[in-house]
């Protein structure tokens, strides 16, 4: 590779390195705060909290990296150019599209980053972060279970135990399901003991009784038992559904969809061909960003007043980009061949780039490039 190559592309790097960081760091935590507040009320350790944010990193690096690389290309390109550096490139006889290569190079290389994040971190993150909600919501104990306190795990329920010993087993229990706006049923028990069912987690009472109110005739039947299962599934408001989203399955299965995968997903064929095929054009984009970033800012040439409208036109390509991106996702699912439009931000990026590349090598005015 030859010098310059390697001075822009160590160049592009480093500072790609710090915004990402910047950026990865101001989303995370952003993320984290709300993430916080959720499992500390559902009574969660720190290590259970620790464990969900390092899941939730992948998707939030990958949601940023595209915007670094392009802060990292327009950075790099108004720093060198305020420096003369690429003015000195330029005059030497160097190209705009000679001068781009290493930007394609360091576009690849975020491209790569992006191809393992999207099609084997992500969903593999945020399968495992749905399991671990799901075995979270089954626990119970963790979720509303305080010996020597009265909770409320669902409007309408009371729940209370007097002691839960070492082996998990539930002593002088008391419990008031009031849903019902016709009956409310109180049931108390010596013990009780809770198991996990294929419809939820169960409660399991011994020597207890059951006293159901009617509000209407205000009316008490009494019932005793010896033991008794009680489904605790529709307490749980927040219960995790063990079905994956289109986002957790693998890029194969969204290709070649199997009829469990589209009953699974909820969705047409046409929907999970979209889906996958944007993962395909999503690191094409990070290409797209980076060149337009770097290619706009070659326009403005040297200026003592520096490249901020160029700065504030290339941002707006992005806003355009990106724009286009969504109005393509839209619209893409619900249409046959909608799966080409994935590709349309990508590939308008790429021209939108070499345009501006080209209309940057074309010859101008020595006034102009001093201006």
């Known amino acids: 590779m030859p010098r310059f190559d390697r001075y822009l592309l160590s160049q592009l790097l480093a500072h790609f390195g710090f915004f990402a960081l910047v950026l990865v760091g101001i989303y995370w935590v952003n993320r984290a705060v709300t993430l916080f507040d ?20 992948p998707n939030v690096i990958r949601l940023v990296l595209p915007v670094a690389a392009f802060v990292a290309s327009v950075y790099v390109a108004n720093k060198l150019t305020v420096e003369s550096e690429l003015v000195v490139m330029q005059a030497t006889g160097f190209s705009s599209f000679r001068m781009a290569r290493p930007v394609f190079y360091f576009g690849a290389a975020v491209a790569l980053m992006m191809v393992v994040l999207v099609h084997f971190l992500v969903p593999m993150s945020r399968t495992t972060l749905i399991n671990e909600r799901a075995a979270m919501s089954d626990n119970i104990t963790a979720r509303f279970l305080t010996d020597g306190q009265f909770t409320h795990p669902s409007s309408g329920v009371t729940f209370y135990i007097n002691e839960i010993d070492a082996t998990g087993q539930l002593h002088d229990l008391f419990l008031e399901d009031a849903r019902n ?18 419809s939820g987690p169960k409660l399991i009472m011994f020597d207890g009784m059951a006293q159901t109110l009617d509000h209407k005739s205000l009316r008490i039947s009494v019932t005793r038992f010896s033991d008794f299962t009680y489904d605790l599934g529709a307490l749980l408001t927040r219960s995790v559904s063990q079905r994956r989203s289109v986002n957790e399955m693998s890029t194969a299965e969204l290709f070649w969809p199997t009829a469990e995968v589209l009953s699974e997903a909820n969705a047409t064929p046409q929907a999970l061909l979209y889906q996958a095929n944007s993962r395909v054009a999503e690191p094409l984009l990070s290409i797209a960003v980076v060149l337009i970033g770097f290619a706009t800012l070659l326009l403005g040439g040297f200026s003592r007043l520096g490249l901020w409208r160029q700065i504030a036109f290339a941002t707006g390509l992005l806003v355009v ?15 046959d061949q909608g799966w080409l439009l994935a590709y349309l931000a990508p590939v308008i990026g790429l ?8 209309w940057a090598g074309r010859p101008r005015p020595l006034g102009v490039m001093i201006a």
């Not at 980009?321 to 249409?335: F, L, W």
């Open 181 to 198: 706006p016709a009956q409310s049923t109180t049931f108390t028990a010596r013990k009780a003991l809770f198991v996990r069912g294929d």
């Open 351 to 358: 021209l939108v780039a070499a345009g501006l590349l080209w």
């Open 321 to 335: 980009v990106q724009g286009i991106t969504t109005v393509s996702a839209s619209v893409g699912d619900k249409v």
């Open 38 to 57: 959720q499992l500390m009320t559902d009574g969660q350790s720190a290590a259970v909290f620790i464990e969900f944010s390092l899941l939730t990193l």
